[in-house]
């Protein structure tokens, strides 16, 4: 630029930001309702949150691990009580599903054993195949032949027919 510049019409750049303007020495609105909402509202429900925490941290059930009462089976229901009904079918389901994986593993363990002994595993996986042949005799005796709508009630039935023919024999 030259010297000869009119400074009133071309005024030199700042050398510095300039300072905030304040006009009053008061926090915005928006910086007071955040802080009341925080002390007022968020601070005593975190606060009552992490105290209910610490109390049931100390007995954390475990989703996976959740043991049901046992109830009592059909035989044991009084003629129209429903409710009695409806809790040994649940409970007979529930049955079923832990029969099935207990044979499910111990095939898996049967399986793991006779790919791991290779040719020789009749006489060293001897005890895996024993429990898998029982369990799943087991399983078949009680739950075979039930059809695709298996319930307790046929179940049980399929039990009193092989008691009658086990009395007639």
């Not at 298996?150 to 023919?165: D, I, V």
């Amino acid at each position: 630029m030259p010297d000869d510049f009119d400074k009133d019409v071309y005024p030199a750049p700042p050398r510095r930001t300039p300072a905030d303007n304040k006009q009053t020495s008061l926090p915005s609105p928006a910086v007071i309702a955040s802080k009341l909402f925080y002390y007022s509202v968020d601070l005593p429900v975190t606060k009552f949150r992490e105290c209910i925490d610490s109390i049931q941290s100390g007995n954390k059930s475990v989703y996976y691990h959740q043991r049901f009462r046992r109830v009592p089976d059909l035989t044991e229901c009084e003629e129209g009580d429903y409710v009695c009904y409806y809790e040994a079918e649940m409970q007979w389901r529930r049955d079923y599903k832990v029969d099935q994986e207990i044979v499910r593993i111990l095939q898996e363990r049967m399986r793991a054993c006779t790919q791991r002994e290779g040719d020789s595993y009749h006489q060293n996986c001897s005890k895996e195949l024993q429990q898998y042949n029982d369990a799943t005799k087991a399983f078949l005796s009680r739950y075979g032949d039930l059809g695709a709508y298996a319930s307790g009630r046929k179940c049980l039935m399929k039990q009193k027919e092989r008691m009658m023919e086990a009395q007639k024999a």
